[in-house]
């Protein structure tokens, strides 16, 4: 009853559940999966938990806990040399708002080499979305300092429009609430 396939009904389930916005469930269903894994560790699943975990986290704007799992999940995948659920998990990082897509630009270069390498279409153009909407400052400004200047003034801008409502803004510039909270104070990683 402890083997591969209850971990992965359980992380899949949670899975399922973070695709539905049932954020709260979804950790339910990750814990219950961690559970199995204190008997029989499989540390390819435990990254998985920990990249759901994360998300729900970001969602839940718990950013501490985003934060820590963000690293374990990365620590995880980087230990088991997996480059394809590493790859997955700056996509999805860059994709949450988390981070600033200048940021994580070079990771986002290897992850579509990792993708066109293993022949994922789906993956690589998930990338290639993202890479056209991170391209370099010409301001003279590191291109990192640059991005976040820029985002913190998008934010102060929507901000100002909607009173100072930190959810309103992120609706009107079409970013999580989260990362609009990072615009202005900072990155939850510095990965």
């Not at 695709?19 to 269903?29: F, G, H, P, T």
């Not at 938990?49 to 980087?78: N, P, T």
């Not at 994709?95 to 070079?106: P, T, V």
């Not at 999580?176 to 900072?186: D, E, F, T």
Request: charged content about 25%.
């Amino acid at each position: 009853p402890y083997g591969t396939i209850m971990t992965q009904c359980w992380r899949l389930m949670g899975d399922l559940r973070l695709a539905q916005k049932e954020y709260v469930k979804a950790l339910d269903a990750y814990a219950t999966c961690r559970s199995y894994l204190i008997k029989l560790p499989e540390k390819l699943e435990e990254g998985a938990i920990y990249r759901g975990m994360w998300v729900c986290y970001i969602h839940k704007d718990q950013l501490s806990l985003a934060q820590a799992a963000f690293k374990k999940a990365l620590e995880i995948f980087e230990a088991c040399e997996n480059d394809w659920e590493l790859a997955k998990t700056y996509l999805e990082a860059a994709e949450c708002g988390a981070f600033a897509l200048a940021e994580l630009r070079s990771k986002l270069v290897w992850a579509k080499g990792i993708f066109q390498e293993l022949e994922h279409p789906f993956w690589e153009a998930r990338v290639e979305e993202l890479l056209g909407h991170s391209e370099p400052s010409s301001n003279g400004l590191p291109l990192r300092l640059a991005h976040e200047v820029a985002d913190r003034q998008r934010v102060v801008q929507a901000l100002s429009e909607t009173n100072g409502n930190i959810s309103h803004a992120a609706g009107k510039l079409g970013i999580s609430r989260p990362a609009a909270a990072w615009s202005i104070s900072g990155r939850i990683c510095g990965r």
